[in-house]
């Protein structure tokens, strides 16, 4: 053991009986440390207090059975080819016989004399039975007091790594070790939390239910305070050190452009702009996150500020997460920005405008500098440099890292920041992912916009919606069909892009059908899309590479195949691609013909087109990681903290943290 590690990061070696070939098992399972054993959060609990006699046992009933192995073995069913395990478990008051068909495996475990668990449903009484029933075996140096006559913690395991095993390593530590595990941060009462060594021991040893519960909430409150305290001070140094560019805006550039508009900002745009102005103003860099359903016009908004700080004579950079978003995005811009005299520079990995000096003078003498560079992860890249950076835009801020993020500040000093996202977020993840920024919410979408019905059909009603799908197309409008692969799948529920693009191009003849998947290349994805933004290509056979910023208003039908495949939030971003136009517009969700289970999930879009309710259904069911995608997006790891339940905590750190934060010498 090693005197200058605190506890919990003493490695678990020096526990005895503890050998490299175990210490590389418990590895798989992320148990290093001492730490890592005290913070193992169990899967869940069972309350294994009240073990039945087997006498007493009732048919029907679930119920736990303690007792020895009297006979186990491998047997023939006498009416059938079938095998099973049949092992017969006794105590003082009788006998069990469990079954586990065509299993071979629990005959290895169950030995003769062996204690063992058994917890099931008693299928009959005369005699008293069970059908693959759970089991454990009650062996070796485990204390069976562990796994018997109180609530016992279950684990996510390991091959190799048994529950019996796990379960008296974690106690040997917490007899050893948790006496040295400093008592942590001291809560106010009222929350009623234990110290943070009896929160461990709760969490491993409930006396009764909801102590676990109990101790989860005061390990959750350490995580989520940890994290605010980081997010705090982060915002403490931009507050002390940030020398923000004021800009005040003289109108040269906005008031033409918002002239120019064919239509009005709403209130609520209006209103977001206030709040910018404000910050821009303030003499502290501008951190804000803009979120606003699809279709709410955020990218007007995002135009608008980009010419505030061009009129303070900065330039500004806008990065979107793909080609197609950031194409279309110098499409609008120079549609908005060059009647003024604004240059639109682009900069991808494929295509790479450099700047031009003289150009930008002779554009617009009063605004020498008014240039937005409009680009995707390129940006980041040394190779991409720019003289006077006032304004960093993120368009899909989730898709991007917290540091390449802050490597695009860097290109500057102490730039504004104006980060959007169209995935509403749920408000949990944004007081913990986005706990720096200021967040603005564009609520509701321009008028004149025409209504998108949502429809679930199984595939067996594919010829209806293909006809449903000509109908529209000889009315003179375009389609979206997204396919969730790009190559032939394994799986014959599944459809792959390339192969139904030959067979949809027969079968609605003779409209023009275009392909864009994300291998092909960006001269390639340009030119499709460019067909079908001027309704040379009629039906667009696509992937998820248009999720997002897609823009052409004559396309009212969007049918997503596989539909069961893919998440809430991204099949509401899908459903964002149509309804940009006046003409009513329709989603028909496609689902395979097994998929009953994904038919209830996939109703909530059909009910609603709110995306703040879709988000948090999303995220109940698949979770922070998959909601946000990738880790490296910035979504903290917990093992306590569950983000849908734990608000009331989240808030509560927060404010700790902010005054926590503020009693804290200045950063030097």
Same mark, same amino acid.
């Given at each position: 053991?090693?005197?200058e590690? +605190? ?19 418990l590895?798989?399972?992320g ?40 006979e186990c ?5 006498r009416?059938?080819?079938k095998?099973?395990?049949?092992a ?6 009788g006998?069990?016989?469990c ?5 071979? &495996? ?8 062996r204690?063992?668990?058994?917890? =099931? $449903? ?10 693959n029933?759970?089991?454990?075996v009650?062996m ?23 529950? &019996?095993?796990?379960?008296d ?5 917490l ?8 008592e942590?941060? #001291?809560?106010?009462?009222?929350l009623?939390?234990?110290?943070r ?8 040893h409930?006396a009764v ?22 997010i705090?001070?982060?915002r403490k140094?931009?507050?002390?050190q ?6 005040p ?9 918002l $002239? ?11 209103? #977001?702009?206030?709040?910018?102005r ?16 699809v279709?709410s016009?955020?990218? #007007? ?7 505030m700080v ?14 197609i ?5 110098? /499409?609008?811009?120079?549609?908005w920005?060059?009647?003024? =005299?604004?240059?639109?520079r ?5 295509l790479?405008d ?12 009063a ?5 937005i ?6 940006l980041?890249e ?7 950076l ?7 801020? @989730? $898709?991007?890292g ?6 695009l500040?860097?290109? =500057?000093?102490?730039? @504004? ?8 977020? +749920? ?8 706990g720096?920024?200021?967040i ?8 004149g ?16 919606? &293909?006809?449903f799908?000509?109908?529209?197309l ?25 192969? *139904?693009?030959?067979?949809?191009t /027969? ?15 960006g ?9 079908f ?6 039906l ?12 052409v ?7 997503? *195949?596989n539909?069961?495949r893919?998440?809430l939030?991204q ?10 136009g006046?003409?009513?517009?329709f ?16 109703k ?15 995220l109940?069911i ?6 946000l =995608?990738?880790?490296?997006h910035?979504?903290?790891s917990?093992?306590?903290? $569950?983000?849908l ?6 808030q ?17």
């Open positions: 053991m090693n005197p590690l +605190p506890v919990t990061e003493q490695p678990v070696r020096v526990m005895p009986r503890v050998s490299f070939e175990r210490a590389c098992l590895a798989k399972i148990i290093t440390t001492i730490g890592d054993l005290f913070f193992y959060s169990p899967s869940r609990y069972e309350d294994r207090r009240d073990i039945r006699k087997i006498q007493t046992l009732k048919k029907g009933e679930q119920a736990l059975v303690f007792g020895k192995v009297i073995g491998v047997q023939r069913s009416k059938s080819a095998f099973f395990t049949k017969i478990i006794g105590d003082e008051t006998r069990l016989h079954h586990w068909w065509n299993q071979r &495996w629990p005959a290895e475990s169950l030995k003769t004399d204690e063992v668990i058994v917890f =099931g $449903k008693v299928d009959s009484l005369y005699p008293p039975q069970m059908t029933p759970e089991f454990e009650m070796g140096y485990a204390d069976s007091r562990l796994n018997v006559g109180r609530i016992v913690p279950v684990y996510g395991l390991t091959e190799g790594v048994k529950q &019996w095993g796990i379960r390593l974690i106690s040997r530590a007899d050893r070790f948790l006496r040295d595990l400093p942590g941060y #001291v809560y106010d009462s009222d009623g939390f234990p110290s060594p009896r929160a461990v021991q709760m969490l491993h409930p239910p909801g102590e676990e519960e109990l101790a989860r909430k005061r390990l959750a409150m350490d995580e989520l305070l940890e994290m605010q305290m980081e705090q001070r982060r140094n931009l507050l002390e940030g020398q923000g560019i004021k800009c805006g003289n109108n040269l550039l906005i008031r033409p452009f $002239k120019n508009l064919d239509f009005t900002l709403t209130p609520s745009q209006t209103e #977001v702009l206030r709040e910018m404000a910050d821009l103003n303030s003499g502290i860099p501008m951190r804000r996150l803009l979120q606003g359903d279709g016009g955020k990218t #007007v908004v995002a135009a608008s500020v980009a010419l061009m009129e303070a004579g900065y330039q500004v950079v806008l990065m979107a997460p793909t080609e978003l950031a194409s279309q995005h110098v /499409k609008t811009f120079r549609k920005f060059e009647p003024l =005299g604004v240059r639109v682009q900069w991808t990995g494929r790479k450099e700047p031009d000096s003289m150009e930008l003078l002779e554009r617009n003498p605004a020498p500098n008014a240039e560079v409009i680009g995707t992860h390129a980041i040394d190779s991409f440099r720019i003289e006077r006032g304004l960093v835009i993120i368009d899909e801020q @989730h $898709k991007f917290v540091d390449q993020r802050e490597r500040l860097k290109k =500057g000093s102490w730039p @504004h920041l104006l980060a959007m996202t169209a995935t509403p977020i +749920p408000r949990t993840l944004g007081l913990t992912l986005y720096e920024l200021d603005s919410s564009i609520a509701h979408s321009p008028e916009r025409g209504t998108i019905r949502t429809f679930i059909r199984k595939r067996d009603k594919l010829a209806a919606v &293909w006809e799908v000509k109908k529209r000889a009315e003179g409008r375009q389609a979206y069909v997204i396919y969730p692969l790009i190559d032939e799948p394994s799986n014959p529920e599944l459809k792959a892009v390339e192969a *139904e693009f030959t067979r949809i /027969k079968e609605i003849a003779p409209f023009s059908v275009g392909l864009l998947h994300g291998r092909m290349k001269s390639e994805k340009e030119y499709v899309m460019q067909q933004a001027h309704n040379q290509v009629q667009l056979v696509t992937t998820s590479v248009v999720e997002v910023g897609v823009d208003p004559n396309a009212t039908v969007m049918v997503v *195949e539909a069961e893919f998440g939030a099949l509401h971003q899908f459903r964002g691609r149509v309804g940009r006046k003409e009513n517009s989603c028909i969700l496609i689902v395979a013909n097994s998929a009953e289970d994904s038919m209830e999930r996939l909530i879009l059909e009910e609603s087109r709110d995306g703040f309710r879709i988000a948090e259904e999303d109940k698949r979770g922070p990681g998959d909601f =995608g990738d880790r490296q910035g979504m903290p917990f093992r306590f903290a $569950k983000l339940e734990d608000y009331a905590l989240v509560r750190a927060r404010k700790i943290a902010i005054e926590n934060v503020q009693k804290e010498e200045p950063s030097s």
